[in-house]
């Protein structure tokens, strides 16, 4: 927002800027050329008059030289009339008039195609810099035979004027750009400031609060993205408070159900238990059907006990109880436990501290899950200590998922395909995310090199015990 308000503002002063930079150059051009046209129209006038009116034939006959010409009195009345400096030609082979050092050069200084125009008995002129000094040079003769004239007149108040309008047009210009830079400040944080509420509102609402809104001010383009915003944000917060109550209905649901299934399936897992007691009196169909219900009866256990776990979790009354034990023995044990085949790869030794409980269920929910599909065979666990964190990883040879359903491997009774479709209430790896996301850390899926699938926690609980403690171990 600040580097667009920035660009804004540039462009802003950038076009004052280009602006009077066109202006001023276009005023200056226009005044420096309409000065310097004036002052030779009358510096030709007064060339003229001087030439035509003063250096008549009665006072200075045709054939005349520079003897004559001092005499005459011209070459005062000609400066007093505004000529500066003065330069007379009496041709070829004869002396000229020089007034002063400056005009002295002047068949050097003086343009060849002034020089003819002269000759042709016609006035022009040129504009000269002698010692930094601007002149205007006019040249003309008399219609009549006579010498040809030069008169050097002085520019100097006309280019100073020009440096004092050159002045003039840059303060104003400087000004004009300072105001510009308030301006563009003050119209870039107006022009924006309804973007930056939104940006405010819309970092609000991505934090959770759903009831910010936008101030609806004015009925411009601007008022009606305002409006239309707030309607937005209304529809969104209802519909969130929407699946918010759905969700909550679903996990009271859930809840209920599973407490209510847990009475009656209670009794009915003893007697199930019962039951397995007298399978060896029973006829081989009635002792296949005992065998069948008591299998059935552990699956509903196991899926009532895993909904009123994340019951738990989800309602966050699942609270950590946090012990200081040796979480490679806890592996052990629970490999040993779960999957006796399954291959252990840690140091003798990995003192923590963490929830013991939460431990053990992301463990033994990993294991089971690689035992199922991976039957037994090619289970691995690693654990090992990374900058302060728990790592455990659990992998198997099983048939693997595609990258597309990794991420949803951890959804609540999603199931891949056919191929890891085993026997499990679709919770397990759902749990033990949730319970590793509860110790800080997270329970993230790979695909393994050479088929099957690579389990990653990582849980920044693990911390050296304090000297002179012994880690708790599994008996």
Same mark, same amino acid.
């Given at each position: 927002?600040?580097?667009?308000?920035?660009?804004?503002?540039?462009?802003?002063?950038?076009?004052?800027?280009?602006?009077?930079?066109?202006?001023?150059?276009?005023?200056?051009?226009?005044?420096?050329?309409? %000065?310097?046209?004036?002052?030779?129209? !009358?510096?030709?006038?007064?060339?003229?008059?001087?030439?035509?009116?003063?250096?008549?034939?009665?006072?200075?006959?045709?054939?005349?030289?520079?003897?004559?010409?001092?005499?005459?009195?011209?070459?005062?009345?000609?400066?007093?009339?505004?000529?500066?400096?003065?330069?007379?030609?009496?041709?070829?082979?004869?002396?000229?008039?020089?007034?002063?050092?400056?005009?002295?050069?002047?068949?050097?200084?003086?343009?060849?195609?002034?020089?003819?125009?002269?000759?042709?008995?016609?006035?022009?002129?040129?504009?000269?810099?002698?010692?930094?000094?601007?002149? %205007?040079?006019?040249?003309?003769?008399?219609?009549?035979?006579?010498?040809?004239?030069?008169?050097?007149?002085?520019?100097?108040?006309?280019?100073?004027?020009?440096?004092?309008?050159?002045?003039?047009?840059?303060?104003?210009?400087?000004?004009?750009?300072?105001?510009?830079?308030?301006?563009?400040?003050?119209?870039?944080?107006?022009?924006?400031?309804?973007?930056?509420?939104?940006?405010?509102?819309?970092?609000?609402?991505?934090?959770?609060?759903?009831?910010?809104?936008?101030?609806?001010?004015?009925?411009?383009? =601007?008022?009606?993205?305002?409006?239309?915003?707030?309607?937005?944000? #209304?529809?969104?917060?209802?519909?969130?408070?929407?699946?918010?109550?759905?969700?909550?209905?679903?996990?009271?649901?859930?809840?209920?159900?599973?407490?209510?299934?847990?009475?009656?399936?209670?009794?009915?897992?003893?007697?199930?238990?019962?039951?397995?007691?007298?399978?060896?009196?029973?006829?081989?169909?009635?002792?296949?059907?005992?065998?069948?219900?008591?299998? !059935?009866? #552990?699956?509903?256990?196991?899926?009532?006990?895993?909904?009123?776990?994340?019951?738990?979790?989800?309602?966050?009354? !699942?609270?950590?109880?946090?012990?200081?034990?040796?979480?490679?023995?806890?592996?052990?044990?629970?490999?040993?436990?779960?999957?006796?085949? #399954?291959?252990?790869?840690?140091?003798?030794?990995?003192?923590?501290?963490?929830?013991?409980?939460?431990?053990?269920?992301?463990?033994?929910?990993?294991?089971?899950?690689?035992?199922?599909?991976?039957?037994?065979?090619?289970?691995?666990?690693?654990?090992?200590?990374?900058?302060?964190?728990?790592?455990?990883?659990?992998?198997?040879?099983?048939?693997?998922?595609?990258?597309?359903?990794?991420?949803?491997? =951890?959804?609540?009774?999603?199931?891949?395909?056919?191929?890891?479709?085993?026997?499990?209430?679709?919770?397990?790896?759902?749990?033990?995310?949730?319970?590793?996301?509860?110790?800080?850390? !997270?329970?993230?899926?790979?695909?393994?090199?050479?088929?099957?699938?690579?389990?990653?926690?990582?849980?920044?609980?693990?911390?050296?015990?304090?000297?002179?403690?012994?880690?708790?171990?599994?008996?």
């Amino acid at each position: 927002m600040r580097r667009f308000r920035t660009r804004l503002a540039l462009t802003i002063v950038g076009l004052v800027l280009l602006t009077a930079l066109l202006l001023g150059a276009g005023s200056y051009l226009f005044v420096a050329r309409s %000065l310097r046209g004036q002052f030779a129209a !009358d510096a030709a006038d007064q060339a003229e008059f001087a030439i035509a009116e003063l250096a008549t034939e009665d006072r200075l006959p045709a054939g005349a030289g520079l003897a004559e010409f001092e005499a005459s009195g011209l070459a005062e009345a000609i400066r007093r009339r505004g000529g500066v400096e003065l330069y007379v030609d009496f041709g070829a082979g004869a002396l000229p008039y020089a007034s002063g050092f400056a005009a002295a050069g002047t068949p050097a200084l003086v343009d060849p195609r002034l020089q003819e125009i002269v000759t042709a008995g016609r006035l022009g002129w040129q504009w000269l810099d002698l010692d930094g000094e601007p002149y %205007l040079v006019v040249g003309g003769r008399r219609p009549e035979a006579g010498p040809d004239f030069y008169i050097y007149f002085s520019a100097g108040d006309v280019a100073a004027a020009l440096t004092r309008l050159w002045q003039a047009l840059a303060v104003g210009g400087a000004v004009l750009v300072g105001l510009a830079v308030v301006a563009a400040g003050a119209v870039s944080r107006r022009v924006l400031h309804p973007v930056a509420a939104a940006s405010r509102a819309a970092a609000a609402i991505a934090s959770g609060d759903l009831s910010a809104r936008l101030p609806a001010e004015g009925d411009d383009e =601007f008022g009606a993205w305002a409006e239309s915003f707030n309607r937005m944000a #209304a529809s969104l917060e209802r519909s969130i408070a929407e699946l918010q109550e759905g969700r909550d209905r679903e996990r009271r649901f859930v809840a209920d159900v599973s407490h209510e299934l847990r009475t009656p399936l209670t009794a009915l897992v003893g007697e199930a238990a019962l039951l397995e007691e007298h399978l060896d009196a029973m006829s081989p169909e009635a002792r296949r059907l005992g065998e069948l219900l008591a299998a !059935d009866t #552990a699956r509903l256990r196991l899926l009532v006990e895993d909904l009123l776990e994340i019951s738990r979790l989800d309602a966050g009354s !699942d609270a950590s109880s946090l012990t200081e034990f040796d979480a490679v023995g806890l592996a052990r044990a629970v490999a040993a436990a779960r999957c006796p085949r #399954a291959g252990l790869e840690a140091p003798e030794s990995l003192p923590v501290r963490t929830d013991r409980r939460r431990l053990e269920r992301i463990l033994g929910n990993l294991v089971d899950n690689a035992a199922r599909h991976g039957g037994g065979e090619g289970v691995q666990v690693t654990m090992r200590r990374e900058a302060g964190d728990l790592v455990v990883v659990v992998a198997d040879r099983g048939p693997g998922v595609s990258e597309a359903d990794l991420e949803r491997l =951890f959804e609540r009774f999603y199931k891949a395909d056919a191929a890891r479709a085993a026997s499990g209430s679709g919770l397990g790896l759902a749990i033990a995310r949730s319970h590793a996301r509860a110790l800080g850390g !997270d329970l993230t899926a790979r695909r393994r090199e050479g088929g099957g699938l690579e389990f990653v926690a990582r849980l920044p609980v693990a911390e050296l015990l304090p000297d002179g403690e012994a880690p708790e171990t599994e008996g």
